[in-house]
């Protein structure tokens, strides 16, 4: 796998966490379940981590220009922006 399938796979990986959270938010704060927003909050955390480690990374290894780091960034804080981002910039790389 290289690094390309890889920042795609957490890309996808991160928007599905992400979602995730719109469901169990309001089941912690509702109605009073904290698991499922646990288990949820810490994956969404990890993956987010690292899909902004693999941005830099695969920014930094293919040389791609500033904009790539900043519009990758800006697409991990908004729903559905990694499926974009994957779709506009990663899927046409490959």
Same mark, same amino acid.
């Given at each position: 796998?290289?690094?390309?399938?890889t920042?795609?796979?957490?890309a996808?990986?991160?928007?599905i966490?992400?979602?995730?959270l719109?469901?169990t938010?309001?089941l912690?704060?509702?109605l009073?379940?904290?698991?499922?927003? %646990? /288990?949820v909050?810490m #994956?969404?955390?990890?993956l987010?981590?690292?899909?902004?480690?693999?941005i830099v990374?695969?920014?930094?290894?293919t040389r791609?220009?500033r904009n790539f780091?900043?519009?990758?960034?800006?697409?991990? %804080? /908004?729903?559905f922006g #990694?499926?974009?981002f994957?779709?506009k910039?990663l899927?046409?790389?490959?």
């Amino acid at each position: 796998m290289n690094h390309n399938t890889t920042l795609r796979f957490l890309a996808i990986a991160e928007g599905i966490s992400y979602l995730c959270l719109g469901i169990t938010v309001p089941l912690k704060y509702k109605l009073g379940y904290t698991l499922p927003n %646990l /288990i949820v909050g810490m #994956t969404h955390g990890i993956l987010f981590m690292a899909y902004c480690y693999w941005i830099v990374l695969v920014g930094q290894t293919t040389r791609r220009d500033r904009n790539f780091f900043v519009v990758g960034l800006i697409m991990s %804080l /908004i729903p559905f922006g #990694t499926f974009w981002f994957d779709k506009k910039y990663l899927s046409t790389k490959d």
